[in-house]
T-cell receptor, first 115, second 116 residues
Framework: AQSVTQLGSHVSVSEGALVLLRCNYS??????LFWYVQYPNQGLQLLLK??????LVKGINGFEAEFKKSETSFHLTKPSAHMSDAAEYFC?????????????FGQGTILTVHP | NAGVTQTPKFQVLKTGQSMTLQCAQD?????MSWYRQDPGMGLRLIHY???????DQGEVPNGYNVSRSTTEDFPLRLLSAAPSQTSVYFC???????????????FGPGTRLTVL
């Protein structure tokens, strides 16, 4: 079984401030981890993913995430927030074997960016 | 490539009515899936398919049917709509479900369904 917990359903930052969105997972097998972004009234767009190898993953729009196995975490960061980053962000996990193709999502974090 | 397409974008049904949400992809992806999105609950897997003729249940399958007669299409059927099925529905596809081949899922734009 696999699960994802996103800490904080709403995060608010000022433009130019650090963005930190927290994600913890549980998985009985080595996980594949994803961050997706959803802009209002749109579908989900992949930001970045971790499969194997380097634990620091860089994605689009200046976002990055670090896989920490010991902490079962995959937090998303961006050094300097921009107004266009306002959206909902989802962390997701898939496992190996029969779980490889199935994504389990966290409940989402809404990011608000203030001028 | 159009990617993953969904129709309709919006739909209003009365309780007990039936309808089919359409999903198509032109990327020759093996794996297709349907999710529903509800506030504060993220996305939950309804049904999925690992190839033409093969489907299976996800986390919340009750009230929904699927079939996959071609690689490209994966329709979702609501047999008798209920207010609890009011949600936003997303279809997704990925190239493969077998590691180490790429398993990133690509999402359609969604269908917003209201059941009165």
């Amino acid at each position: 079984a696999q699960s994802v917990t996103q800490l904080g359903s709403h995060v608010s930052v000022s433009e130019g401030a650090l963005v930190l969105l927290r994600c913890n997972y549980s998985s009985s097998v080595p996980p594949y981890l994803f961050w997706y972004v959803q802009y209002p009234n749109q579908g989900l767009q992949l930001l970045l993913k971790y499969t194997t190898g380097a634990t620091l993953v860089k994605g689009i729009n200046g976002f990055e995430a670090e896989f920490k196995k010991s902490e079962t975490s995959f937090h998303l960061t961006k050094p300097s927030a921009h107004m266009s980053d306002a959206a909902e962000y989802f962390c997701a996990v898939s496992g190996g074997g029969t779980s490889y193709g199935k994504l389990t999502f966290g409940q989402g974090t809404i990011l608000t960016v203030h001028p | 490539n159009a990617g993953v397409t969904q129709t309709p974008k919006f739909q209003v049904l009365k309780t007990g009515q039936s309808m089919t949400l359409q999903c198509a992809q032109d990327m020759n992806h093996e794996y297709m899936s349907w999710y529903r999105q509800d506030p504060g609950m993220g996305l939950r897997l309804i049904h999925y398919s690992v190839g033409a003729g093969i489907t299976d249940q996800g986390e919340v399958p009750n009230g929904y049917n699927v079939s996959r007669s071609t690689t490209e299409d994966f329709p979702l059927r609501l047999l008798s709509a209920a207010p609890s099925q009011t949600s936003v529905y997303f279809c997704a596809s990925s190239y493969s479900i077998t590691p180490p081949v790429e398993n990133t899922q690509y999402f359609g734009p969604g269908t917003r369904l209201t059941v009165l």
